[in-house]
């Protein structure tokens, strides 16, 4: 289907004839949502709605309905599923699911309950915004400490705390022996290398 050049330039004079021509991507949520008459109100509330299925149910000031989505939202192919955040998470976390069904950066100690891991985080998201997870088998960014050498590759990959990756398995309890997957793209330089995203839970020490 195509648009009629003049039908489009009669759109675009109609928008900027309504309140003044801004558009606004920040309308509340809930049945008065779009309750106007004009093109822009519709126009307004479908990307306040757009702008919410990207970041969250709470957007930062600076996520806008038009930047490009995070890539875990879009990357069908590497994505498992997208949760709240239930606190800061960076890019590469190993992510854990807490008791309300947010993601929370994973933990080595069994007292927090937050070893089983569900996936590595695709983008970065403060708390009530939308973080992407990886699915188990795919390559994915995970973050280091430090950079491990590239003579590690194809090595295991453990969980180290707060949601980092390491090389070194646990070894004082009390601790979870945490696989993530395995080593693929460390060059001694990059914190965040590629792993192939194979989650194990090998042993609990109390």
Request: zero cysteines.
């Amino acid at each position: 289907m195509s648009i009629h050049p003049q039908s489009k330039q009669r759109q675009i004079a109609s928008v900027k004839a309504e309140a003044g021509g801004v558009w606004n991507d920040e309308l509340p949520a809930g049945s008065t949502l779009e309750d106007g008459d004009h093109a822009i109100d519709d126009d307004n509330a479908l990307a306040s709605q757009l702008r919410r299925v990207i970041y969250g149910p709470a957007p930062g000031a600076g996520d806008r309905w038009y930047d490009l989505p995070p890539a875990g939202l879009v990357d069908i192919a590497t994505a498992g599923l997208a949760f709240i955040a239930g606190e800061a998470i960076a890019t590469g976390d190993a992510l854990a699911i807490g008791p309300a069904g947010t993601a929370y950066r994973a933990q080595r100690s069994p007292a927090a309950n937050l070893y089983h891991v569900a996936g590595v985080a695709l983008n970065a998201a403060l708390a009530g915004g939308a973080v992407g997870a990886a699915r188990i088998g795919s390559k994915v960014a995970a973050r280091f400490n430090a950079p491990p050498s590239s003579a590690l590759n194809g090595q295991i990959v453990w969980l180290d705390d707060n949601g980092a990756a390491s090389m070194t398995a646990a070894v004082a309890p009390p601790s979870a022996d945490y696989q993530l997957g395995i080593l693929l793209g460390a060059d001694g330089v990059t914190s965040s290398p590629e792993i192939l995203f194979a989650p194990v839970l090998s042993a609990l020490y109390f």
